[in-house]
C-alpha cells in the first residue's frame, strides 16, 4: 500500500521568511514523488516532481529515500505563495497493473504581510 | 488549447437517485482520472481510464463507476447516491502514455460539486 502524509494542516509564516512543508511517504517500490498547488479559486496544478530536480517558483523539494521524504522549501516567502500544497505520490495500485496517484491530505499555506 | 473541462459544475440530488458527471479532456490526452475531494478525506483516487480500458480503481464501492470513450471523454456513475457521497469531484487528463514521465504529469478541471440531501 503507498501513503503520503502531510503533517501540518495549516502553516502560517511571515514574508520574506524560509518556508518548509513537510512530506512523508510510505511505498515499498520506486516512488514518483510530486508537489501540486490549489491557488485559491484556481484548478490543482502540478508544481514540480523529483525527477525533474528543478526550482518552480523558488520551491525546490528533495526526495529523501533514507527518511522516505520529499518537504517543499523556499527560501523567502512571498504572499502569493500562499495556497494549499499537496504532496502526491505515483506509485503501483492495488490492482498493481498500473500506476495511481495518492495524495497526502494537503497543507494550507497563509503568508503573512 | 482549452483545458480540461467537467459538466456540470454543480449538482444537487436527493438519497438513492443516480448521477452521471461528465468529463472532457485536454485535446491529445488518452488517460482520464478521476479523483473524491472531501474535506474529511482529502482527495481520494476513484479511478483511471486510457483507450477506454480501466486501467487502475481505487477503494471505493460497486456503486461508483466510469467509463470513457474513443474521443478520450469520460463518465462517472454514482448509483443509489448517500448522504457521504457529497464531494468535489476533480477529473484529471495526461498527455504520456504508462510509464513514460509525462503519464503522470496530470491536468485537472475544475471539479463537479456535487451535493446529495
Known amino acids: 500500500a503507498q501513503r503520503v502524509t502531510q503533517p501540518e494542516k495549516l502553516l502560517s509564516v511571515f514574508k520574506g521568511a524560509p518556508v518548509e512543508l513537510k512530506c512523508n511517504y510510505s511505498?515499498?517500490?520506486?516512488?514518483?514523488l510530486f508537489w501540486y498547488v490549489q491557488y485559491s479559486r484556481q484548478r490543482l496544478q502540478l508544481l514540480l516532481r523529483?525527477?525533474s530536480r528543478e526550482s518552480i517558483k523558488g520551491f525546490t523539494a528533495d526526495l529523501n529515500k533514507g527518511e522516505t521524504s520529499f518537504h517543499l522549501k523556499k527560501p523567502f516567502a512571498q504572499e502569493e505563495d500562499s495556497a494549499m500544497y499537496y504532496c502526491?505520490?505515483?506509485?503501483?495500485?492495488?490492482?498493481?497493473?498500473?500506476?495511481?496517484?495518492?495524495f497526502g491530505s494537503g497543507t494550507q499555506l497563509t503568508v503573512l504581510p | 488549447k482549452a483545458g480540461v473541462t467537467q459538466t456540470p459544475r454543480y449538482l444537487i440530488k436527493t438519497r438513492g437517485q443516480q448521477v452521471t458527471l461528465s468529463c472532457s479532456p485536454i485535446?491529445?490526452?488518452?488517460?482520464v482520472s478521476w479523483y473524491q475531494q472531501t474535506p474529511g478525506q482529502g482527495l481520494q483516487f476513484l479511478f483511471e481510464?486510457?483507450?477506454?480500458?480501466?486501467?487502475n480503481k481505487g477503494n471505493f464501492p460497486g456503486r461508483f463507476s466510469g467509463r470513457q470513450f474513443s474521443n478520450s471523454r469520460s463518465e462517472m456513475n454514482v448509483s443509489t447516491l448517500e448522504l457521504g457521497d457529497s464531494a468535489l469531484y476533480l477529473c484529471?487528463?495526461?498527455?504520456?502514455?504508462?510509464?513514460?514521465?509525462?503519464?503522470?504529469?496530470?491536468?485537472f478541471g475544475p471539479g463537479t460539486r456535487l451535493t446529495v440531501l
Open positions: 523529483h525527477i
Open positions: 485535446s491529445g490526452h488518452r488517460s
Open positions: 511505498y515499498s517500490g520506486s516512488p514518483e
Open positions: 484529471a487528463s495526461s498527455l504520456g502514455l504508462p510509464g513514460e514521465s509525462s503519464y503522470n504529469e496530470q491536468f
Open positions: 481510464y486510457f483507450s477506454e480500458t480501466q486501467r
Open positions: 502526491a505520490l505515483s506509485g503501483r495500485g492495488s490492482s498493481g497493473s498500473a500506476r495511481q496517484l495518492t
